[in-house]
């Protein structure tokens, strides 16, 4: 059976507040839109030295927040803004998130370093891409540098974490999905979840449970919790918690009807459970819904598993 996923990086979102303190900005997003964009072009006709580089630059800035607050792409104006004052770092850690969340790693991280800071929110950006790339060790460094510049934050220590894990330094890594749920308090689920998958890792099943309960407390529609939750009951003693089992791999397909391995776990549960024809039937099906899923068209599990309650349901010809 397949695990879900672990959860992923956290990333320092940008910095969207506004530069220009002025008390007829207005607070409809759109109007504000407006009323930057007409500003720029009054600029571009001024004739005066009364816009600086440095005002439009500004405005430029605020542009590009505006338009991602609503749903725009900023990355243009970022780019303005950059052109016209290089030093704006603001928009360049924005502009390296933009550039993240379209997979140009390369580039994202030129842009991180390109500011020169060391703030432990540019660390944990440049450590996220510099992961993206394959980098592993190198986004170690700038988690680590991260946590020594503000060891209370729980964001590097989640991403060292999950980098530990890539290079199976599996313990050191526990104890940074420790550190970090204990910095997170008992509101965040996606440092419970990390916990949860480390301490499944080394060994602490019944901990891990208890974790993945905590978890769906918090989020009940996580369906990675559910998954895992599902498979760790079966590690502990499956021929008692059927139930409990069953109800958790049938809510995830619930919430990702679509996602291959959900029903795979689903199909292989269903498998190991029959004790008639009825369990075979629901295997079956399970399996069937793998094969439909876009990954399940190319998936050997799936056809497999079809097979196989096929097999049990005595229909040899069509296995």
Excluded at 47 to 71: I, K, M
Excluded at 227 to 256: F, G, M, P
Excluded at 259 to 277: H, I, K, M, T
């Amino acid at each position: 059976m397949t695990m879900a996923t672990e959860s992923q990086n956290q990333v320092v979102k940008w910095n969207s507040s506004s530069q220009i303190a002025d008390p007829n900005v207005p607070r409809d997003d759109r109007e504000a839109l407006k009323m930057y964009e007409e500003a720029l072009e009054k600029s571009t006709m001024a004739q005066s030295d009364s816009v600086t580089p440095d005002d439009r630059a500004e405005l430029f800035y605020n542009v590009g927040n505006v338009r991602e607050r609503l749903g725009m792409n900023g990355e243009s104006a970022y780019r303005e803004c950059l052109a016209l004052k290089e030093s704006h770092n603001e928009a360049r850690n924005n502009l390296a998130l933009l550039l993240m969340r379209r997979g140009a790693y390369v580039e994202a991280v030129s842009e991180l370093k390109c500011t020169g800071l060391e703030s432990c929110e540019n660390q944990i950006n440049l450590g996220v891409a510099l992961e993206c790339l394959g980098k592993t060790e190198e986004a170690i460094e700038q988690y680590e540098a991260a946590i020594t510049q503000n060891p209370k934050d729980p964001r590097p220590l989640t991403n060292l974490g999950n980098a530990l894990i890539k290079l199976d330094h599996i313990q050191r890594a526990f104890e940074c999905h420790e550190k970090a749920a204990e910095l997170g308090g008992d509101t965040d689920a996606t440092l419970r979840f990390n916990l949860a998958t480390s301490l499944e890792a080394i060994g602490q099943v019944q901990a891990a449970v208890a974790q993945y309960e905590a978890v769906l407390k918090l989020d009940p529609l996580c369906s990675s919790a559910h998954i895992n939750l599902a498979l760790a009951l079966q590690d502990l003693d499956a021929s008692t918690q059927k139930d409990r089992i069953a109800y958790h791999l049938e809510t995830a397909v619930e919430l990702i009807p679509n996602d291959l391995d959900a029903w795979l776990n689903l199909g292989d549960f269903r498998l190991e459970s029959v004790d008639d024809n009825t369990m075979s039937i629901r295997a079956l099906d399970a399996f069937e819904k793998a094969c439909k899923t876009k990954e399940g068209q190319f998936s050997p599990e799936a056809y497999l598993g079809k097979a196989s309650a096929l097999s049990q349901l005595n229909q040899i010809q069509a296995a």
